[in-house]
């Protein structure tokens, strides 16, 4: 399966060739049972955690399995055409809620230039009706296309771009964001890329989720940029080399309790890598540890 590292590599080819990327994958029925939550911590998922299990199983046993785990709140990251999951948005909504679970943010997006604009916001006029009717809180843009050729000029580009479908999302009453990955923190003609996505949108219309492993794996720091750009990030990433807590490497306390400090109430699971190749086991075993843990609301 590609990674998002081959993705992003992809994504700038294409921008490079004046192509507009699809739909993104990423980096949210039964017989209407509910299923009791393990704990009343609202502990949100990435759904492109169990990519795997989607494509094999199907996204009813999906949602099936990580409502018994206990998770709440749910991020979608497969958008295409109008339909989420394959399925009309109302019918993905109801079978969530069903589930006693909501869904509050997606990932989705488009590579963007001036010749192709006039298709990539129609494209985005249909993806907003479309999650509209999901009834999310969030749209994210999990990725921007950046190679060794990408000067200021470009990434003031998307930061307009941005702008203008965060424009959009608010006619909607849904928030438009970033999502990092690693990359956006080194430097381009000696400006961080990241700090300059973070001073050239509009903030009243563009918002940033941090992703705090990519951010520290890339050389920032969470808690830092939490603190320092407080009303800029709603929403975050909770994520760990492989399972959440298994590297050691994250300070997970103090993220949380500066993200309580920013009222940030939604955040996301995300796992990429499972240490015994088993998504499920290494989703339930991120689950636990956070449930378990006593700075964790």
């Known amino acids: 399966m590609q990674n998002r590292r081959d993705f992003l590599k992809q994504a700038s080819i294409m ?29 949100g998922l990435q759904l492109y955690s169990l990519r795997d299990m989607v494509k094999e199983e199907g996204i009813q046993a999906v949602l099936e399995t990580v409502a018994k785990m206990g998770y709440k709140n749910l991020e979608t990251a497969a958008y295409d055409n109008g339909k989420v999951y394959g399925l009309a948005p109302a019918e993905f909504k109801k079978m969530v809620n069903d589930l ?16 192709k604009e006039e298709e990539v916001m129609s494209w985005w006029d249909q993806a907003i009706a479309a999650h509209n009717e999901l009834g ?31 424009y959009k999302t608010a006619a ?35 918002f940033f989720e941090l992703d705090v492993y990519w951010c520290q794996d890339g050389g920032g720091n969470p808690v830092e940029y939490l603190k320092s750009r407080p009303s800029q990030f709603k929403a975050l990433h909770i994520k760990d080399e492989k399972e959440i807590g298994a590297s050691g490497k994250m300070d997970f306390k103090a993220i ?12 996301y699971v995300e796992v990429e890598q499972y240490t015994n190749n088993d998504p499920v086991a290494s989703v339930q075993e991120s689950y636990d540890y956070l449930n378990k843990a006593d700075y964790v609301k």
């Open 15 to 43: 921008l490079a060739g004046g192509m507009v990327m699809p739909q993104i994958l990423t980096s949210c029925g039964g017989a209407g049972k509910k299923v009791a939550a393990a704990s009343p911590k609202n502990i």
């Open 100 to 115: 006693g679970m909501k869904c509050t943010s997606a990932h989705l997006g488009q590579a963007f230039t001036k010749e």
């Open 136 to 166: 999310v809180k969030y749209i994210v843009q999990p990725w921007m296309p950046v190679n060794n050729e990408t000067t200021l000029d470009d990434l003031k580009l998307y930061c307009d771009y941005f702008n203008t479908v965060g």
């Open 172 to 206: 909607a009453s849904i928030a438009f964001g970033y999502h990092n990955h690693n990359f956006e923190f080194r430097e381009i003609e000696g400006k961080r890329i990241y700090d300059f996505l973070l001073d050239n949108v509009s903030p009243n219309h563009v």
């Open 256 to 267: 949380f309790d500066q993200m309580y400090a920013n009222n940030i109430k939604d955040w």
